[in-house]
């Protein structure tokens, strides 16, 4: 996530407008900032990694004249944070400058066509590829707008793009598949922006601009055309209604609110992983003795669901491990033949970051899955790769594990196939539901959320959870409850459902709520036994199970119904959901803050 700034005014220096811009967008992204201007037929770029209150005073980009130009603030997914790395990109010539937020997924393929026409590039990031490609087809008499055309329909994934160019100097063009852009005009000029938020201070008449769509702004408005045949697009302005602080969290109360709402997109984004460093990573996982998965939090949880899908589709056994653990427990087996793969949000992590040194020092292989660019699990892991979660301002993490979950289940899917342990048909079939996900989790969200509302309500005065699942189901029990248990502060457990009776069941009497997970799937006819233990001593019965499951109904109090046809092993990115919906929900009755609980930090830095 990233975030894209852009205007032509009539009066006025647009870097002025830009840097107010990229500041209401920091939240998407902040770790470069680049800018490029147009003046008297010049281009002029200044880009650095760093804040942007550091690069725009450092670099004196206040100082530039000009009328028109672009910004950006960037979020990195290919590249390390590094001044080569920082948008805009330009062409050899400069005089094209492209600004992006999202990821060009055939971006390898066409930077080798390019190289081979003899482009030099000066980055590692995907974003580079467009300025060559424009360069390449305005050696013909095509013209920018078909130029620009002809190359979107080249891009494979996701984006906004923001293209300032010599060759129309009073132009910006822009186009969209499944990044945000959003396009306003004042009586000063014509903007874009990557939300609402940096275009309110001038208009509140905004039009979205939607997949395979590009758009030209001027000084007299914006011209709307489809990518695919180039044909004009009216549609009318919409009105923004938000306060600054509510558009900024895009309408949603809290940032938490709006990240379980930007799943779907995150998963999305998951799912365009770099095939070279997917394969990469399996190669090292095959070839290890031994196989940690070592985490904290939320992270471990992803770790713990992974071990299961290893073990289901790949038949590799891994240990998971918290990450403050793994020293005392393994610290003096591991060795030169083990594999630790880390898993990290922030990549920062104190205790993950300790059990990574151990392991290196051991000469062990360090493996990593990270949200952060740049961090230190990037620096230290032998190869990684990016979740393309976006940034997670809430405390509570949510979109990031679902997006781990995605990494390591196509992580196993990928090994499966190396290891010849699923046939051509079922890796094809789990490969259609893995793409299937993002949607379950969009008509999950929209089906449910009334009905999640509701029973936080009802349950706004239980003094105790239990949170059960069986299997992988066990990761999705113990998420929830580590959801429910940072922001509402309610005593809760989370157990294995078959390990309850082992202990756990003693605390159960009358009226406490018992929440369920209840995938289809191998371990079904378990945890319906599970369920009739707990019903059978009073248990609140809570359970989330598919649509149409009578079995699970008939011994419920409560359901929260799924999609049909998820299968088991991918159930805990989809069946998380109404848990930290609840969770959430349930903070915000009891006049708590989701976003900052009591006594946590989003990234644990110390020992
Ligand atoms: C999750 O909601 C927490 N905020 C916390 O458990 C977190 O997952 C943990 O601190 C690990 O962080 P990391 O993924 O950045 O390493």
Not at 45 to 56: H, L, S, W, Y
Not at 293 to 312: D, E, I, M, W
């Amino acid at each position: 996530m990233c975030g894209i700034f852009g205007c032509i005014l009539r009066e006025g220096q647009a870097v002025k407008l830009i840097n107010d811009g990229l500041k209401r967008l920091e939240y998407r992204g902040y770790d470069s900032t680049g800018v490029a201007i147009i003046n008297n037929n010049q281009m002029e770029v200044r880009k650095d990694k760093g804040r942007i209150e550091e690069v725009i005073t450092s670099l004196r980009i206040l100082d530039m004249p000009g009328k028109i130009g672009v910004g950006h603030t960037r979020w990195a997914t290919h590249g390390a944070p590094a001044m080569e790395n920082a948008h805009p990109h330009t062409d050899e010539s400069d005089s094209i400058a492209v600004i992006h937020n999202g990821v060009i997924e055939n971006y390898l393929e066409l930077k080798d066509e390019m190289i081979e026409k003899g482009h030099i590039f000066k980055s590692r990031t995907d974003t580079e590829v467009l300025a060559h490609l424009l360069e390449e087809e305005m050696k013909t008499d095509i013209g920018l707008q078909g130029a620009m055309l002809r190359v979107l329909r080249r891009i494979k994934g996701s984006y906004a793009f923001v293209v300032l160019s010599t060759y129309e100097p009073d132009k910006i063009y822009c186009a969209r598949n499944e990044s945000p852009l959003v396009l306003g005009v004042s009586e000063n000029g014509t903007f874009c922006a990557s939300d609402v938020p940096a275009l309110l201070p001038y208009t509140n008449q905004v039009n979205y601009l939607r997949n395979g769509e590009m758009a030209v702004l001027s000084l007299e408005g914006y011209k709307i055309v489809k990518i695919s045949d180039g044909s004009e697009v009216e549609r009318p302005t919409q009105e923004i209604t938000w306060s600054p602080e509510m558009a900024e969290k895009q309408g949603y109360t809290h940032y938490m609110l709006k990240e379980i709402h930007e799943q779907p997109t995150s998963l999305r984004n998951g799912l365009r992983l770099q095939e070279r460093y997917l394969e990469l990573l399996t190669q090292f996982l095959d070839r290890g003795k031994e196989v940690f998965l070592v985490a904290a939090g939320t992270s471990f949880h992803s770790c713990l669901a992974g071990s299961y899908l290893f073990s289901k589709l790949a038949r590799l056994t891994t240990f998971p491990v918290v990450s403050s653990e793994f020293m005392e427990r393994y610290g003096s087996t591991v060795g030169i033949d083990s594999i630790i793969l880390t898993v990290s949000q922030s990549g920062e992590t104190y205790d993950t970051l300790k059990a990574i040194d151990h392991a290196r020092m051991r000469a062990s292989t360090v493996l990593g899955v990270t949200n952060t660019v740049g961090s230190t699990l990037t620096r230290v892991a032998r190869a990684y790769l990016i979740q393309q979660s976006g940034p997670e301002i809430g405390v509570a993490a949510t979109k990031t594990f679902t997006s781990q979950v995605m990494v390591l289940s196509q992580m196993a899917l990928k090994l499966a196939k190396t290891r010849g342990k699923l046939s051509q048909d079922e890796l094809d079939e789990y490969d259609q539901k893995l793409h299937m996900i993002p949607d379950w989790v969009e008509e999950t969200i929209t089906k449910n959320e009334e009905r999640i509302k509701q029973l936080a309500e009802e349950n706004m005065n239980e003094e105790l959870f239990v949170f059960l699942g069986r299997g992988i189901s066990s990761a999705t029990a113990l998420e929830g409850r580590l959801k429910l248990l940072e922001i509402t502060y309610v005593p809760s457990l989370a157990y294995p459902a078959g390990e309850s009776k082992h202990g756990p069941i003693s605390i159960i009497e009358e009226g406490v709520t018992c929440v369920f997970v209840c995938p289809r799937g191998e371990t079904h006819s378990h945890i319906i036994g599970s369920i009739m233990e707990m019903k059978s001593r009073g248990a609140k019965i809570l359970s989330i199970c598919e649509e149409g499951d009578e079995d699970i109904k008939r011994l419920s109090d409560k359901v929260v119904e799924m999609p049909k046809g998820i299968p088991e092993e991918l159930s805990p990115i989809v069946y998380i959901t109404p848990l930290q919906l609840f969770a959430y929900h349930l903070a915000v009755l009891k006049g708590l803050d989701p976003d900052m609980p009591r006594n946590l930090a989003k990234s644990v830095t110390v020992p």
